[in-house]
């Protein structure tokens, strides 16, 4: 195992890398901006380092300043963590070129599954099903226009190197697309830095389920089940959960061969997650990306399966065994993760502040991946994700019980938070029937107006 690690993020996923780190014995190093001096992560960590005088938005992802600290302080290998510089290739190669270990997968996959274009070719070559849409990107509006009367409205108009629910938008007709087809490709353009974007079926009724997967030193690649991630504002998620009420043991069988075949298309080592639109009325799944890197609702996965993502991760990196027997792989419970952000409960805009008041609650199944604490301040330049609050049952009606417990007995003053939300969810009976999509939360709204 490494002697030594750097980790590249920050608060809540920081702290939790850091965390298994430690428990592996090894060194853990912190970078940091002038802003998160006093965050938990930099003050857990063995050392240090201030990445400098930059903008603090812009700190983690100045991959120069980076990659001189784990010079500097002799780093063995360099953990991204999600966001920032975790699927930037030219890093990660980088990384790799200057003799440090790159707690990912190689710059090839990251490269073929971030251009969102390239990989949905690829995953229909490699028998992944693919929704309904261009084979390459559009290049003026017109095209654009005769791709989506092909297709068949309504379309959804997407960045080719776009995530995280970022850089993309719906169209009705031919007149709305013209309209976002600009807005796109120039929110592309002043993003990703690559303007090209493509058009694909929309589904008005889908569930967003993903499958975590895994590819061993070996070179095999083994899922770890699926993780329902319907539950989204503004195409972002905000609770999750696995198994996912909507897919049974066959459909679950097939997913998940079709996200072991899409890493093994492009040699996928390192953990992964292949996300797939579900067609809850049909059971019908379509690719809709893969993300290169650990994501952030990892914890319920490792809850039910009992396995420890982050240190699989940095063992894959050091070629070494997988921790557990695969053989032997199988998930017990129910898991629901709740993102406790700094925004309001109704139009979730943030609310960043200086914390007053930290009380995380506690008890059997509940876990919490938090990022601050008493006396911290959640400052403008971040997310606006404070912490998650993880909770495993026996079974899901348990696991639903549990988080009330839990989300009622989280305090924080100071900053907003979308605690009430929370607790409004988990009383929600859509979200209680277990059948739900990813429009719960607009209709959730627009029941309350």
């Known amino acids: 195992m490494f002697e030594s690690v750097l980790v ?25 901006s002038e802003a998160d001096a006093n965050l938990p992560f930099v003050l857990e960590a063995d050392e240090a380092v201030l990445l400098g005088a930059a903008a603090p938005a812009e700190s983690y992802r100045n991959a120069e300043r980076v990659l001189e600290a784990a010079l500097k302080t002799g780093a063995k290998a360099i953990h991204p963590g999600y966001g920032f510089l975790s ?14 270990a790159w707690v990912g997968p190689d710059s090839a996959a990251i490269s073929a599954m971030g251009d969102k274009v390239a990989a949905r070719a690829a995953m229909a070559a490699a028998g ?20 989506a009367e092909r ?24 007149d709305a697309l013209r309209t976002e087809f600009e807005k796109v490709t120039a929110f592309a353009e002043r993003t990703f830095g690559d303007g090209r974007v493509f058009v694909e079926r929309f589904f008005p009724s889908v569930r967003h389920v993903e ?40 459909l679950r069988a097939a997913m998940c061969r079709a996200a072991v075949l899409a890493a093994e298309a492009v040699g996928y080592r390192n953990a992964g997650t292949v996300e797939f639109l579900l067609d809850p009325a049909t059971k019908e799944f379509f690719f809709l990306e893969m993300n290169t890197r650990l994501q952030v609702e990892h914890p319920i996965t490792e809850a039910i399966f009992g396995v420890d993502l982050v240190e699989e991760q940095l063992r894959v990196a050091a070629g070494l065994e997988p921790g557990f027997d695969v053989d032997a792989l199988a998930a017990t419970g129910h898991a629901i993760e709740l993102r406790v952000n700094a925004e ?19 008890g059997e199944g509940v ?42 007995g989280f305090t924080i003053t100071g900053p907003k938070s979308n605690l009430a939300f929370h607790a409004e969810l988990l009383e929600n009976p859509e979200f209680l029937s277990g059948d739900y999509d990813t429009a719960i939360i607009t209709r959730m709204r627009a029941k309350k107006k």
């Open 8 to 32: 590249a993020n920050r608060g809540e996923i920081a702290r939790r890398v850091l965390r298994t780190a430690r428990r592996l014995g090894i060194r853990t190093i912190a970078v940091h």
């Open 87 to 100: 699927e930037n290739t030219d890093f990660a190669r980088a990384v790799q070129e200057a003799g440090i």
């Open 128 to 147: 992944v099903p693919v929704a309904p849409g261009s084979a390459d990107a559009v290049s003026t509006v017109d095209d654009a226009v005769a791709e």
């Open 211 to 250: 499958v975590q997967v895994l590819g061993l030193a070996d070179g095999r690649v083994i899922a770890l089940g699926e993780r329902d991630c319907s539950v989204q504002r503004r195409n972002q998620k905000v609770a999750e959960e696995t198994p996912s009420p909507a897919v049974d043991a066959e």
């Open 344 to 362: 309001d409960s109704k139009r979730f805009f943030p609310g960043p502040g200086a914390i007053t008041e930290w009380v995380e609650p506690t």
């Open 151 to 174: 297709v068949g409205y309504p379309v959804m108009i997407k960045a080719s190197a776009g995530g995280g629910g970022m850089g993309m938008a719906t169209a009705s007709d031919g």
């Open 367 to 408: 876990r919490v991946d938090s990022g601050y604490g008493p006396d911290t301040v959640v400052t403008p330049h971040y997310d606006s994700l404070m912490a998650k609050l993880i909770i495993t049952g026996a079974d899901r009606a348990d696991a639903l019980e549990k988080a009330r417990k839990a989300v009622e």
